[in-house]
């Protein structure tokens, strides 16, 4: 059993930046790794993924203000937020995909406000 422990969320400024963290457990490979995202009142939408080649997309209102990375070692993925907007303000979920099974972490709050 795959279990994700998500850190690094909280309140930022306008134009700040946070980084999130995603750690998984009880794997030892994750053939995909991302986050997604769920705005109040909104569906939940995919932010970045990234693959074992290192691979990534990204959704196109976070292109150049958002990094993804990963650390195969520590089966971990990162989330670099950058120049951060009101509109980022949700819950982001980490979504890891190892041996077949998609797995979802708790949840962390991204609130974005002066």
């Known amino acids: 059993q795959v279990q994700l422990v998500e850190s690094g969320g909280g309140l930022v400024q306008p134009g700040g930046s946070l980084r999130l963290s995603c750690a998984a457990s009880?794997?030892?490979?994750?053939?995909?790794m991302g986050w997604y995202r769920r705005a109040p009142g909104k569906e939940r939408e995919k932010v970045a993924v990234i693959n074992n080649l290192h691979t990534t997309t990204y959704a196109d209102s976070v292109k150049g203000r958002f990094t993804i990375s990963r650390e195969n070692a520590k089966n971990t993925v990162y989330l670099q937020m950058n120049s951060l907007k009101s509109e980022d303000t949700a819950i982001y979920y980490c979504?890891?995909?190892?041996?077949?099974?998609?797995?979802w972490g708790q949840g962390t709050q991204v609130t974005v406000s002066s």
């Open positions: 979504n890891v995909f190892s041996g077949g099974t998609y797995y």
């Open positions: 009880g794997s030892r490979f994750s053939l995909a």
